[in-house]
Nanobody, 127 residues
Framework: EVQLVESGGGLVQAGGSLRLSCAASGFTGDDYAIGWFRQVLGKKREGVACINRGAGSTRYIDSVKGRFTISMNNAKNTIYLQMNNLDFADTGVYYC????????????????????WGLGTLVTVSS
């Protein structure tokens, strides 16, 4: 089973930047979609970005395109989410997830992950 640990959250002013990290272990091969999801209290968890562990292809929801970048290190065991020009609406608990599947696509972001999840890291953007 894949294990995931997020870090890097914190308090930042609107317009600022944060980089989240997800330390991952337990992969068996490269056919995984790894995603960042976020949840605001009282709202449904929302997919933000994902990356295919094999090919490195990425997908983003429209509201973060051009501001957020998902990437991974050469060892493919740390996944990053660089968040720039943060807005109050980006506030939430950010979770890392990994599901055994070939494609990282918008369906994965909208339907959710049935794989492993981390415990999350809190991002607070002050206006």
């Amino acid at each position: 089973e894949v294990q995931l640990v997020e870090s890097g959250g914190g308090l930042v002013q609107a317009g600022g930047s944060l980089r989240l990290s997800c330390a991952a272990s337990g992969f068996t091969g490269d056919d995984y979609a790894i995603g960042w999801f976020r949840q605001v209290l009282g709202k449904k968890r929302e997919g933000v970005a994902c990356i295919n562990r094999g090919a490195g292809s990425t997908r983003y929801i429209d509201s973060v395109k051009g501001r957020f970048t998902i990437s991974m290190n050469n060892a493919k065991n740390t996944i990053y989410l660089q968040m720039n020009n943060l807005d109050f609406a980006d506030t939430g608990v950010y979770y890392c997830t990994a599901e055994a599947r070939i494609f990282c696509n918008l369906g994965f972001l909208t339907q959710g992950s049935v794989g492993s999840w981390g415990l999350g890291t809190l991002v607070t953007v002050s206006s």
